[in-house]
């Protein structure tokens, strides 16, 4: 009598959680961004948001929360309730962070579920326009000649700037002042005025600066050309082979939230990314869409976390 009572509560369970997942969204769903607006996850976001949401059958509304490499934010979403009305956009940093921070406020993998994989993107290397140096083999030699004299800024320490400026740095051999900032955005304004020499966006971000003269592009990082910046070499075609740095961005939920909540999200998400209009505004704007399960979403970050780790502890990256 017991155990059909147990399977009877199961069955309730189920029955209502399904109920639940039919009838939801019935308020706005907060989309939270742990970083300023105008950087590579606001973007990305607000891309998304709008053509989501009519996937969704609901609304989805963009919220900033800036602040501690990203932690800020995405503690805010793990610590909400687990309903599916308030869920996070993150970046790579998503799996440089726990080694990255001696203390983090929330655990990845036990206080987060994947919703799923938005996209990819490139960084780019642009200086601004007094800077002397018109290739990256003439930064790089002002960078031997002039140690620790050149400045990059960033959306802050572990981010992916930070981290692919850092791989450059190895790579090339340079010494470059580190100038963290609280976002994307600020970074790349202050690098086109002037305050800083460089910076390494995502090409989403810096592409519009680049295109109207503003900022002048050395190379992207990938393995190929970017679409939306195609006369801009490789770091490889440019001289400078063995650098190679791409970032991603996912979407999760606070643990707990139900598995309907989480499949129906995901499932609306994969239907956005699989269409076609959409995927070719995504590559304009420099992304390049790659939908996945949450199962695998997870096991990215999963494999993903302890690489980072072992990174930051050679460079002895920190985040102060």
Aim: aromatic share 6%; glycine share 10%.
């Amino acid at each position: 009598m017991k155990l059909v009572r147990t399977l009877a509560f199961l069955a309730c369970a189920a029955a209502v959680g399904s109920a639940s997942a039919q009838s939801y969204p019935q308020r706005p769903v907060r989309l939270i961004v742990p970083y300023a607006p105008g950087g590579s996850a606001d973007i990305a976001a607000r891309l998304v948001a709008d053509a989501w949401s009519k996937s969704l059958g609901g609304t989805i509304v963009v919220e900033n929360r800036a602040g501690a490499g990203g932690n800020i934010g995405v503690d805010a979403v793990a610590k909400s309730p687990a309903d599916g009305y308030t869920i996070g956009l993150q970046t790579v940093s998503l799996a440089i962070n726990p080694g990255l921070f001696p203390r983090m406020p929330y655990d990845t993998l036990k206080d987060l579920a994947p919703i799923g994989m938005v996209a990819s993107s490139q960084h780019v290397l642009v200086i601004n326009n007094k800077v002397p140096a018109k290739t990256l083999p003439e930064l790089v030699a002002l960078a031997k000649a002039k140690p620790d004299k050149l400045t990059y800024g960033s959306a802050g320490n572990g981010s992916t700037f930070h981290m692919s400026a850092e791989l450059f740095k190895s790579v090339a051999n340079v010494s470059i002042v580190h100038v963290p900032y609280r976002g994307g955005g600020p970074a790349l304004v202050d690098t086109i005025a002037g305050q800083v020499d460089m910076s390494f966006p995502v090409v989403s971000a810096a592409q519009q600066h680049v295109q109207g003269g503003k900022l002048t592009a050395l190379a992207v990082t990938g393995a190929k050309r970017s679409p939306s910046l195609p006369n801009v070499p490789t770091a490889a075609e440019a001289g400078l082979p063995g650098y190679q740095f791409e970032t991603w961005f996912m979407v999760f939920a606070p643990a707990g939230t139900p598995k309907a909540v989480i499949d129906r999200l995901n499932g609306a998400l994969n239907t956005t990314l699989a269409s076609q209009p959409f995927k070719e505004r995504m590559v304009r704007e420099g992304f390049e869409p790659t939908p996945s399960t949450p199962e695998a979403a997870r096991q990215r970050l999963e494999k993903e976390m302890p690489v980072w780790a072992a990174l930051i502890k050679q460079r002895g990256i920190t985040a102060e």
